[in-house]
């Protein structure tokens, strides 16, 4: 089980919200935990919001943060733990009929509230069947399969749904007579912590299909988004390599690895010895000063990619397992600020030179490369430009 805080709906702290997601090894997706910030109930999305039953019925968290911030805290991780993630694992060892003390693995990263001693104390006192697995710091790109398979195509459903909502609150005041030079979109806390129901039930939907995963059998009977996302969440686990080695259940109980394991007393006893000492919490991962800032950082100071909101789906998920199709009649491309439709990347760039108007098409794209272009202001309404266009 790999869990990760991703923060979403927008950089303004005030209007920002954490979505903890959690996917299990066989590709299943856990009911959403989302903070909000706030002391109280009242920070919470409206119970008439779209998707609100949809979402409480499917075991959706929507918790207040009771902090001046919108993260995850040491009483929100215990509320997850509590009510989401250990009865997800009882049931599973239930349907497996695996005994009560079988121990289960879950890979968090090395937050600052995950890697406490507070809550690392709280989970080997309460949930000691459960071991804790850190993904070492500034490796989650590379080892945390929220990062390398899921995250991407999450808060591109996301984007999605907030670019559809905006659409149709456009075509809605155009239909009652609003004038375009008087629309103004409503981008109040309210509106917005009420849509992101919507976005993150829609984005769910999407993500996750227990359904699916039992048809897999019979490929035919599976539509072709949903089995594209589950050979992707699959293969989330599968993208995080070392060596020979990946995450997969497939690669982690291969007989390569189990021979390892049994080798470790005489190739590396001292590992062998940490491995299997008595122990009542897992140790709090020792991070020095550089390696704290980076986990702690919030996701807006990260390098993130920000795929254009009108691609679809699928074209994420062939760019994230490198399958994008790169041929000159393809629609959509993809360069180094995310995948975006062919016509946006070879647009024709006026711009303003030196107080001049000129066609810069051409130089930057051999600059830059199609797909890889720097992105300027439109300037083609301006009065310069609009005069420019009139002389021509």
């Not at 919030?298 to 993130?304: A, G, K, N, P, R």
Request: overall charge negative; some cysteine.
């Amino acid at each position: 089980m790999a869990a990760k805080q991703v923060t979403t709906v927008g950089s303004e702290e005030k209007r920002a919200i954490t979505v903890l997601v959690s996917l299990t090894n066989d590709g299943v997706l856990l009911p959403f935990q989302t903070i909000y910030k706030g002391s109280t109930v009242g920070c919470l999305p409206s119970k008439d919001s779209p998707g609100y039953a949809e979402s409480v019925e499917a075991g959706f968290l929507m918790e207040p943060s009771k902090t001046t911030t919108y993260w995850s805290t040491i009483e929100t991780m215990k509320s997850f733990v509590n009510n989401k993630l250990a009865p997800y694992y009882q049931r599973t060892k239930a349907s497996l009929g695996l005994p009560e003390d079988q121990r289960s693995v879950w890979q968090i990263d090395c937050w600052s509230v995950h890697r406490s001693d507070e809550f690392l104390d709280w989970m080997g006192l309460n949930h000691e069947m459960i071991i804790i697995d850190f993904v070492p710091a500034r490796l989650t790109g590379l080892f945390q399969p929220c990062d390398v398979g899921f995250q991407r195509v999450f808060k591109h459903s996301a984007r999605n749904s907030a670019h559809e909502d905006v659409v149709q609150e456009v075509l809605r005041k155009l239909e009652d007579g609003l004038s375009a030079e008087s629309m103004a979109v409503d981008a109040g806390i309210k509106v917005l912590r009420n849509r992101t129901v919507g976005w993150l039930w829609k984005a769910y939907c999407q993500l996750n299909r227990p359904e699916v995963i039992k048809k897999v059998g019979n490929l035919r009977a599976i539509p072709i988004l949903m089995l594209m996302l589950l050979v992707g969440f699959l293969q989330a686990w599968e993208m995080c390599r070392a060596g020979e080695f990946n995450l997969s259940y497939e690669s982690l109980t291969s007989p390569a690895a189990r021979q390892i394991l049994r080798d470790l007393p005489v190739t590396d006893p001292q590992f062998f010895a940490e491995l299997t000492q008595p122990r009542s919490r897992v140790a709090a991962p020792v991070l020095d000063t550089e390696d704290a800032l980076h986990e702690d950082a919030e996701v807006s100071d990260l390098d993130i990619i920000g795929d254009d909101s009108s691609v679809p789906i699928e074209a994420i998920l062939d760019a994230m397992h490198g399958v994008l199709p790169q041929g000159s009649d393809e629609m959509f491309v993809e360069g180094s600020d995310g995948v975006v439709s062919r016509a946006e990347a070879e647009e024709t760039l006026i711009e303003e030179v030196d107080g001049v108007i000129v066609d810069a098409t051409a130089s930057v794209a051999q600059a830059e490369g199609r797909g890889l272009r720097k992105k300027f202001r439109n300037k083609l309404y301006e009065e310069k430009a609009l005069k420019w266009w009139a002389e021509k």
